[in-house]
Structures are given as C-alpha cells and as structure tokens.
C-alpha cells in the first residue's frame, strides 16, 4: 500500500530565505506525486504534480519539487520565501486510480 | 470556472445525533472524492465515486458512515450516529476522471465538531 512520509512537522524560515520541505513516499510502481498547500479554513490547492518526464517540476507561486527514484523522495523548494507562503504543504501519492494518500502535512512558518 | 462548493461550512453536534454534508463538484467532473482531516494529520480518503457508482470505499465506517451521489452530480455524506472522533474537517474533491493524471480540486471543507 502507498504511504507518505513527512519527516517535519514545523519549520521556521525567515522572509526572503530558500526552503526545502522533505517528502518520502512508498509506492509499488512508479507513482503520481503532488504537493498541496492549506491555508488556514481554505481547501487544499495544488503547487505541483509529477507524472512522468523531467524529474524536476515546476509549479506556482515559484515552487518546484523534484522526484528522485533511488530516494524514493519528493522533496518540495522555493529558493526566496515570501510571508504569504505561511501555510500547511502536504505531500501526496496516488496511483492509476486517483487513490491520493497523503502525509501528515509540514506547517511552515514565516519570521519577517 | 465555479469550484467545488460543500454545506455547511461548520457544524457542531453532541455525540449520538446525526449529521449530513453536502457536495457539489466542478460541473462535467466524472469523479467524486470524501477525505476526513482530523486535526493535525493529512485527509484521509473516505469514499470515491465515478459518476453515481462506488469505487473506492475501503476506508469509510461503514457501521456509522454512508454516501451517495445520486444522478451522479451533488454528494451527500452522512453520519449517524457521530462519536466524538469524528470530529474533523471534511473535504469533498472532485476531478474530471478517474485516472491519476487527473488532478483534484478540493472544496473549503465542512469543519465538524461533536461534543
């Protein structure tokens, strides 16, 4: 069965520093691999999504992500973080069936 | 392009009593998803439909939990009766198919709360 590992669950970036938030996953074949982010009382929004291809993935708001098989990892960055990126990021894999599981989420503060 | 609209937005109950949600997806997608969140932790799928039939309801409590998605449109989830676990954000998600290229978008979830 797929699962998703978030290793942190808080992390403190100030404004204007580079981000790397860790995802590893575990997944029989090769998997579909997204990174949401949640605003406090929002739904979750879609950053990025890998499917096949080029191993590293551009998304919004600046984001990339990218997938390394032998790590089994697909870990998320931003290389200049804005205060407005304060949220819960959560990683998650699916497989053929759109059967999404997803981590336990990583909450990113923002110090001005 | 509406989104994926869910009712009510918060609900609070006492344990034992009975509570519905409601789900209305991106209109022409095919494929419907229920995730519980508990507070804390990533969501949890509970059912998928494709149009009006179950396909995927391997993690919904079956004992207390139940949903449909008559004409293959709106979605209704149903509690009955709620334990105070249940207590949770529930996220309705809907996507045009059912294969994994297709993304989900995800409603602003029904914040339940149950004494």
């Known amino acids: 069965a797929q699962s998703v590992t978030q290793p942190d669950i808080h992390i403190t970036v100030s404004e204007g520093a580079s981000l790397e938030l860790r995802c590893n996953y575990s997944?029989?074949?090769?998997?579909?691999l997204f990174w949401y982010v949640q605003s406090p009382g929002q739904g979750l929004q879609l950053l990025l999504k890998?499917?096949?291809?080029?191993?590293l993935v551009q998304g919004i708001k600046g984001f990339e992500a990218e997938f390394k098989r032998s790590q089994s990892s697909f870990n998320l960055r931003k290389p200049s973080v804005h205060w407005s990126d304060a949220a819960e990021y959560f990683c998650?894999?699916?497989?053929?069936?759109?059967?999404?599981?997803f981590g336990a989420g990583t909450r990113l503060t923002v110090k001005p | 392009e509406a989104g994926v609209a869910q009712s009510p937005r918060y609900k609070i109950i006492e344990k034992r009593q009975s509570v519905a949600f409601w789900c209305n997806p991106i209109?022409?997608?095919?494929?419907l998803y229920w995730y519980q969140q508990i507070l804390g932790q990533g969501p949890k799928l509970l059912i998928q439909?494709?149009?009006?039939?179950?396909?995927?309801d391997s993690q919904l409590p079956k004992d207390r939990f139940s949903a449909e998605r008559l004409k293959g449109v709106d979605s209704t989830l149903k509690i009955q009766p709620a334990k105070l676990e249940d207590s949770a954000v529930y996220l309705c998600?809907?996507?045009?198919?059912?294969?994994?290229?297709?993304?989900?978008?995800f409603g602003p979830g029904t914040r339940l709360t149950v004494l």
């Open positions: 998600a809907s996507s045009l198919d059912r294969g994994g290229q297709n993304t989900q978008y």
């Open positions: 997944y029989g074949a090769t998997p579909y």
């Open positions: 890998y499917f096949s291809g080029d191993t």
């Open positions: 998650a894999v699916g497989g053929n069936n759109n059967d999404m599981r």
């Open positions: 209109s022409g997608h095919a494929t």
């Open positions: 439909f494709q149009n009006n039939g179950v396909v995927d």
